[in-house]
């Protein structure tokens, strides 16, 4: 039987993804660089799987059972960075650290100097190649471990996702949930303008994946899909996810020059205006 989170988880899980936006403005306003659009759209899915869902722990972040999140569109770092740092991989005060050269948090995730990080990424279209090892892993181990892995729209132009999905679909890891951020934007415009990759869910299906459409910064439907990709013991699934670019910051939403922009000062303090306006909201 399928358990619901109630009132209070649920808030906790909202006041969480603002916590998360906010890190992610602090992160990218400070490095004067980065990624800001692409990660609010993913807070929610962040708040649910690092606050709720995975099995993790993040005083032995290297055990062997623990969920593996491959972030495959790895330039929203600053989204993971603010989950990492707010289920205790390391401290808040460092997200104002990003892009700095003496810095260990990169532009880019990097599994060899971050807690909690469990593959590096970047090149746009690998990660998932990734995730389908974890999770093969996962099911010649007697499905030990969980994998969840997170894609761009944009990045599913890559021809080795495609590969990737072919591989995951042919060996049924069951084990494995992509999560597609489906905000319709990229670096040069929509992704229709770009190389459209529509429609999406009949080319994963077609690949022998378990689909799910969703309102991804809606945390019953996120519930509800993880809780069908965990009932499906045949296939890999993916989950794609409708949701806005720059969600929560009203001047970044459905910008997509916000894409790979940082904010000023006074965006800066705009932004950190409204989200402390949201929290307190909740």
Not at 2 to 14: F, N, P, S
Not at 113 to 142: R, Y
Not at 184 to 203: A, R
Not at 259 to 266: E, F, L, M, Q, Y
């Amino acid at each position: 039987m399928v358990i619901y989170m109630d009132a209070a988880a649920k808030k906790q899980l909202e006041e969480i993804a603002v916590k998360i936006r906010m890190g992610i403005i602090e992160g990218t306003y400070n490095a004067k660089s980065g990624h800001p659009g692409g990660s609010l759209s993913i807070a929610e899915l962040m708040s649910y799987l690092y606050f709720k869902e995975m099995n993790i722990d993040p005083a032995n972040p290297n055990k062997e059972d623990r969920d593996r999140l491959v972030l495959s569109k790895g330039h929203a770092a600053p989204a993971l960075y603010a989950a990492l740092a707010n289920r205790g991989y390391f401290p808040v005060e460092e997200l104002k650290t990003l892009r700095k050269s003496d810095s260990r948090l990169q532009g880019h995730p990097n599994m060899n100097h971050i807690p909690g990080v469990d593959m590096s990424t970047g090149s746009l279209g690998q990660g998932i190649s990734a995730a389908a090892g974890f999770a093969l892993a996962s099911k010649l181990q007697g499905d030990k471990f969980r994998v969840y892995a997170v894609l761009g729209d944009g990045e599913i132009e890559e021809g080795q996702v495609w590969e990737a999905a072919m591989f995951a679909g042919s060996k049924k890891l069951n084990m494995l949930t992509v999560f597609v951020d489906n905000n319709n934007l990229q670096i040069d415009g929509t992704v229709e303008e770009v190389n459209s990759p529509y429609p999406i869910p009949e080319k994963f299906a077609a690949f022998g994946f378990n689909v799910i459409e969703i309102n991804g910064h809606s945390f019953d439907e996120i519930e509800a899909a993880v809780n069908n990709a965990k009932e499906c013991a045949d296939k890999p699934t993916a989950v794609i996810m409708k949701t806005v670019k720059g969600k929560g910051v009203s001047f970044m939403e459905n910008a997509v020059n916000w894409h790979g922009s940082a904010p000023n000062k006074d965006q800066y303090d705009s932004a950190m205006q409204e989200l402390n306006a949201a929290l307190a909201a909740i």
